[in-house]
Nanobody
Framework: QVQLVESGGGLVQAGGSLRLSCAASGRTFRRYVMGWFRQAPGKEREFVTTITWNGGATYYADSVKGRFTISRDNAKNTVYLQMNSLKPEDTAVYYC?????????????????WGQGTQVTVSS
């Protein structure tokens, strides 16, 4: 069982930056691929980015590539999402998730555990 708690959301102007954190419980954090998803009002939850077990590989949605950076610290059981050059269309609830499998990391179904989400609002 893994519990995930996000923090760091808030209100920021377009062009600004935010850093989200996701703290995981348990000793098995390094066994999970970690991802960030987001969900805007009236829309489906969408993939943002993911990072493999030791941080050796990262993947990004085209909409955030070059602006967002995912990282993880296995010693602290924490995954981060650095978001730069934020746009109003980045406004959403951002969720941290943990995947125990080895494929399909771009899909909601691949993830076994989810955090409660943190709101990010970007004003124009």
């Amino acid at each position: 069982q893994v519990q995930l708690v996000e923090s760091g959301g808030g209100l920021v102007q377009a062009g600004g930056s935010l850093r989200l954190s996701c703290a995981a419980s348990g000793r098995t954090f390094r066994r999970y691929v970690m991802g960030w998803f987001r969900q805007a009002p009236g829309k489906e939850r969408e993939f943002v980015t993911t990072i493999t077990w030791n941080g050796g590989a990262t993947y990004y949605a085209d909409s955030v590539k070059g602006r967002f950076t995912i990282s993880r610290d296995n010693a602290k059981n924490t995954v981060y999402l650095q978001m730069n050059s934020l746009k109003p269309e980045d406004t959403a609830v951002y969720y941290c998730a943990a995947a125990g499998g080895r494929t399909g990391w771009g899909t909601v179904q691949a993830y076994d555990y989810w955090g409660q989400g943190t709101q990010v609002t970007v004003s124009s």
